[in-house]
């Protein structure tokens, strides 16, 4: 498993988005999962001093981390098209599925073998 | 009932079944590192059973052949994600070269289309310096030498994206070769294939056959459609035919209003093809609609400017007492297609900048404010001119942004798609070894029946013979 590196002050929206593309791109589930995690934890520091926090440091990681959002936009976008061209992918993926599971013939050599071998010698 | 001489014959067909089986299995490892191999799985066929007194006896097995291990939906709709990908690529580079021409040149002398803000502003700023001194001639040659600074970079910028649309047009037309030698490929393999294997797989012409269409895929947006005797139709995404019936139709290309257009059988289908996908559909994208609506933009911006300050400085007086005829600072263009490329400066005597309103003195300035003030005027469809080019920048910069997200998203498909494919396709040593394992395995059983079988078969000729030992 690679290390995430996304500690509060390097982090950059942008690049959890562009991960977050080249990862379902590959079907990575465990690179997504942790990429959601990181996101979920992004959104817990985010909702725990938002607007009320005196705190200066807090106060100017959240303008950061508004920007890098505002920024962010067109690799959000991005993904979004990424996750249409999943779904979009799905059916056939299933269907192969069932190829691999062996529920759909290939050819109709293979379907007259599988017929010639239902019943006969050796059924019970 | 069975015999000894039928169980020779069932295990000679099991080990020539296993031996063929074992072919394949080699024939896969040896395709291993072969780009568009396909790997292929053996068929084996239990042979007819034989009926005797109402009982069926099995006759053994023969492997009946290879199959390649393919899906004709997953390969279909990974050509389609390639024509995108293709297509919204060669978009993508032509969208950023025509960006990178109006991208600010910072700090350097030399004339670009990003400088076009800033030449604006600078040009209308020239006329303000002037009003506070109208008769003085170092200004009015300031107007004129800004004025000449924008005119150039504009009929520069206009000069780029023509060049570009010709580069693009080459591009566009060298694609029609490819083409023409892939679908003729394509043709003779469907061909071979229609007369040698109508009924099953054609393996390694199947793979050709695919190879092709994975190539054309990328050059130009096609439909493919299974006939009969395995054979396949292509056609254009707009149903202009290709291959069909073991025959190729040649795209070809023609000069119309000074591009290049393609037709098939005679059928224009350049704006089809525009839209259909591919390299060529990319390059047709931004040949004849976003290089052509940048260039319309500039026209626009060049044709009122131009036209607005020559007419006011027709309307004003001049240092030297023209009244409503000092001429024109720009080159008046006749229509608005051309007037970037046109724009220059044909004023060479700063005298006849006509500073004073009309009727008034030399000394006046009115005119002058007159000029400055145009700048902040909507005088470009209802904008002013550094607002019109601002959002000509921007418009180009969203129509590069959503080309790249299709880009991403289309690329981001192919390569899912193109593991699938790599899973059930490509050759999987593992499994190979698996398979050669088993066969293996197979073999020798099918050796040590045949081997019992040859004892028994000696045993039951030596019955009734005499024995050595009594």
């Known amino acids: ?24 791109a590959t079907l990575d589930a465990t690179r997504l ?7 979920q934890a992004l959104n817990r520091v985010g909702e725990t001093h938002a607007g009320t926090d005196a705190d200066p440091l807090n106060r100017r990681n ?30 056939v993926m299933r269907r192969l599925r069932q190829i691999r599971a062996g529920h759909i013939e290939y050819s109709e050599a293979q379907a007259r073998g599988w017929a010639s071998s239902e019943p006969g010698y050796g059924d019970n | 009932m069975g015999t000894i001489s039928a169980a020779f014959s069932i295990m000679t067909q099991a080990l020539d079944a296993d031996q063929a089986a ?8 040896a395709n291993a590192n072969t ?42 709709r990974l050509n389609q994600q390639q024509q995108l990908a293709s297509s919204t690529g060669a978009q993508l580079t032509a969208l950023n070269t025509v960006q990178a021409l109006f991208t600010p040149d910072s700090g350097s002398s030399s004339a670009t289309a990003g400088d076009i803000s800033s030449d604006l502003t600078g040009f209308f700023n020239s ?23 924008l005119a150039s970079d504009v009929s520069n910028a206009a000069a780029s994206l023509n060049s570009q649309r010709s580069a693009l047009d080459q591009e566009a037309s060298g694609v029609t070769s490819q083409v023409n030698s892939l679908t003729g490929a394509i043709a003779q393999l469907d061909q071979q294939i229609q007369s040698t294997s109508p009924d099953a797989d054609a393996g390694t012409l199947e793979d050709q056959r695919q190879q092709d269409l994975s190539q054309l895929s990328q050059l130009i947006g ?48 350049t704006a089809q093809m525009a839209s259909g996908g591919g390299q060529l559909g990319g390059y047709l994208t931004a040949r004849d609609q976003d290089i052509p609506n940048v260039l319309g933009s500039l026209d626009q911006l060049a044709n009122s400017v131009s036209t607005q300050v020559n007419a006011l400085n027709n309307a004003g007086t001049d240092l030297a007492g023209d009244n409503g005829n000092a001429g ?24 006849h900048i006509a500073a004073a309103g009309a009727g008034q003195g030399t000394g006046d300035n009115s005119n002058a404010t007159a000029m400055a003030a145009l700048g902040n005027q909507m005088i470009v469809n209802g904008q002013s001119p550094t607002d019109y080019f601002a959002n000509l920048v921007s418009q180009l910069g969203a129509t590069v942004s959503n080309v790249q997200t299709e880009n991403t998203a289309a690329n981001a498909s192919v390569t899912q798609l193109q593991t699938q494919s790599n899973a059930l396709s490509a050759v999987n040593l593992n499994d190979e070894a698996s398979a050669m394992s088993t066969f293996e395995r197979s073999y020798q059983a099918a050796s040590q029946v045949f081997t019992m079988l040859n004892t028994l078969m000696a045993s039951v000729l030596n019955l009734g013979e005499q024995s050595t030992v009594s």
Do not use: W
């Open chain 1, 1 to 24: 498993m690679r290390e995430l590196n996304l500690t509060r002050e390097d982090l950059e929206i942008r690049e959890v988005l562009a991960e977050a593309s080249r990862a379902l």
């Open chain 1, 33 to 39: 999962e942790e990429l959601a995690m990181a996101c």
């Open chain 1, 62 to 91: 959240d303008r950061k981390l508004a920007r890098q959002a505002r920024e962010a936009v067109g690799d959000m976008r991005a993904f979004g098209r990424v996750l249409d061209a999943t779904r979009a992918n799905l059916s």
């Open chain 2, 22 to 29: 074992l072919n394949v299995v080699a024939n896969n490892v």
């Open chain 2, 35 to 76: 780009p568009g191999y396909t790997t292929e799985a053996p068929n084996f066929q239990q042979n007819q059973p034989l009926e005797i007194g109402g009982t069926s006896y099995g006759d053994g097995v023969t492997e009946t052949g290879a199959t390649s291990v393919r899906d004709r939906v997953l390969t279909e």
């Open chain 2, 127 to 149: 006329f303000s310096s002037l009003e506070a001194n109208p008769a003085n001639n170092s200004l009015r040659e300031e107007v004129l030498s800004s004025a000449s600074t």
């Open chain 2, 222 to 269: 096609i439909n493919q459609i299974t006939t009969e005797n395995n054979g396949i139709s292509v056609t254009t995404t707009s149903g202009q035919p290709l291959v069909s019936e073991g025959q190729s139709f040649q795209l070809t290309t023609g000069t119309v209003n000074g591009v290049t257009h393609f037709f098939v059988g005679g059928a224009d289908i």
């Open chain 2, 328 to 351: 024109d600072i720009f080159f008046q263009p006749a229509q608005v297609a051309g007037s970037a490329a046109s724009m220059r400066v044909v004023m060479t005597d700063p005298n």
